[in-house]
């Protein structure tokens, strides 16, 4: 069973930060991949991060967020992040993490991230 819930959003203005966090409940996070996605409105859910299994702690990136984002994971907390430098005002969207792939049809509530020019 999967159980994540995230946090961390909010209003920022453009060129600022935020950081995102992702709590993972039971043994899954120590086993997948694990995925920062994010739905602006009217759009698709697009994938933002990526990160592998722990014992590889390889990255990915949309061209969108690289070199401004970086996705970590603390395999002790359970917990997945999502640091956003220089944000700007396309990256508002609600943010969500996942594994990766997707867990079925699962989706946290996310948190809504609102960049403000």
């Known amino acids: 069973q999967v159980q994540l819930v995230e946090s961390g959003g909010g209003l920022v203005q453009a060129g600022g930060s935020l950081r995102l966090s992702c709590a993972a409940a039971g043994s899954i996070f120590s086993i997948y991949a694990m995925a920062w996605y994010r739905q602006a409105p009217g759009k698709q859910r697009e994938l933002v991060a990526a990160i592998s299994i722990p014992s590889d702690g390889l990255t990915n990136y949309a061209d969108s967020v690289k070199g401004r984002f970086t996705i970590s994971r603390d395999t002790a907390k359970n917990t997945l992040y999502l640091q956003m430098n220089s944000l700007k005002p396309e990256d508002t969207a609600v943010y969500y993490c996942?594994?990766?792939?997707?867990?079925?049809?699962?989706w946290g509530q996310g948190t809504q991230v609102t960049v403000s020019s």
């Open positions: 996942n594994l990766l792939p997707p867990w079925g049809d699962y």
